[in-house]
């Protein structure tokens, strides 16, 4: 069984440029997570999809971050503009029912 | 509210014990336990629901105090192989129609030496 796919898995990027990552999530996995891992932390929810519809974005900094997942399948993660404080992992995770979350490899975004 | 865990970090030989606490501050509907290599994705190890129902993983185990909103990981005989941080992701009781969101802690360093 294919992984929860990410591209790219590194992105250097300048302050005020924007950015996108993507994931394509286990085949049949209705929830879709996105999270946000600052180095020494521990994952943060960013948003939450369960097919195409967002379930949670409490957490999201809408003023710069955006998320869609199309045909409740593959998600993309947007920021624009990115900040110094948005270096981080990006990771991508999928579930079936809820219960285990299957990460991806992560994108690793440094924002100089 | 993000959970707590302690210690922050464990140093063990092989085949020593360890126990990895989280608390929450919040009444809890499960605790989900991941570990994390260095340069990682998280894996998912167990996860524990209110009401007792718990699935293990090898000789790592874990509990549950549902009045004290508290778990607790078990690393038995630790491996090298255990070495990795540990984190445990709380889902909060009353949150409906959000399966599996997680507040995770800041994580549990082990290291595992021969």
């Known amino acids: 069984e294919a992984g929860v796919a990410q591209s790219p898995r590194y992105k250097i990027i300048e302050k005020r440029q924007s950015v996108a990552f993507w994931c394509n999530p286990i085949?049949?996995?209705?929830?879709l997570y996105w999270y946000q891992q600052i180095l020494g932390q521990g994952p943060k929810l960013l948003i939450q999809?369960?097919?195409?519809?967002?379930?949670?974005d409490s957490q999201l900094p809408k003023d710069r971050f955006s998320a869609e997942r199309l045909k409740g399948v593959d998600s993309t993660l947007k920021i624009q503009p990115a900040k110094l404080e948005d270096s981080a992992v990006y990771l991508c995770?999928?579930?079936?029912?809820?219960?285990?979350?299957?990460f991806g490899p992560g994108t690793r975004l440094t924002v100089t | 509210q993000q959970p707590v865990q302690s210690p922050q970090a464990v140093i063990l030989r092989e085949g020593e014990d360890a126990v990895i606490n989280c608390s929450s501050s919040?009444?809890?509907?499960?605790v989900h336990w991941y570990r994390q290599k260095h340069g990682e994705a998280p894996v998912f190890l167990m996860i524990l629901l209110k009401g007792g129902e718990q699935k293990g993983h090898d000789k790592i185990s874990a509990s549950f105090n549902e009045k004290k909103q508290q778990s607790s990981l078990y690393l038995t005989a630790s491996q090298l192989s255990y070495s990795g941080t540990y984190f445990c992701?709380?889902?909060?009781?009353?949150?409906?129609?959000?399966?599996?969101?997680?507040?995770f802690g800041a994580g549990t360093q082990v290291v595992v030496t021969p």
């Open positions: 995770a999928s579930s079936y029912r809820g219960y285990e979350q299957y």
């Open positions: 085949s049949g996995h209705a929830t």
């Open positions: 919040k009444a809890l509907y499960s």
């Open positions: 999809f369960q097919n195409n519809g967002v379930v949670d």
């Open positions: 992701g709380t889902e909060n009781l009353g949150t409906t129609d959000s399966w599996g969101k997680l507040q």
